[in-house]
């Protein structure tokens, strides 16, 4: 059973930072594509980060150059680092992997953390 758990959520001033971490467990997290998804109230769940087993990184547009998301494999943890935090970035995160079960490959979703950016 495959498990994500966020944590590091907050209330943080503009500006501010914070740093999520995401724990997997019962998955081959070495292998497995991480990412980091967001949801602000009202609004569709969009893609935030992801990183490939190999470390290739993605951002979205609105977070590059204040966000960076990394792993390390030895603690099944992916991280987001969040600099530079705006109003606007205030939402739930939710981690994300996918697994290949088979012939098909099926997403887990972590329960999210919430953030809040207000001063």
């Known amino acids: 059973q495959v498990r994500l758990v966020e944590s590091g959520g907050g209330l943080v001033q503009p500006g501010g930072s914070l740093r999520l971490s995401c724990a997997a467990s019962g998955t081959f997290f070495s292998i497995n594509p991480m990412g980091w998804y967001r949801q602000a109230p009202g609004k569709e769940r969009e893609l935030v980060a992801t990183?490939?087993?190999?470390?290739?990184?993605n951002y979205a547009d609105s977070v590059k150059g204040r966000f960076a998301i990394s792993r390390d494999n030895a603690k099944n943890t992916v991280y987001l680092q969040m600099n530079s935090l705006k109003p606007e970035d205030t939402a739930v995160y939710y981690c994300h992997t996918k697994q290949r079960v088979l012939t098909v490959f099926v997403d887990y979703w972590g329960q999210g953390t919430h953030v809040t950016v207000s001063s």
């Open positions: 990183i490939t087993s190999s470390g290739s990184i």
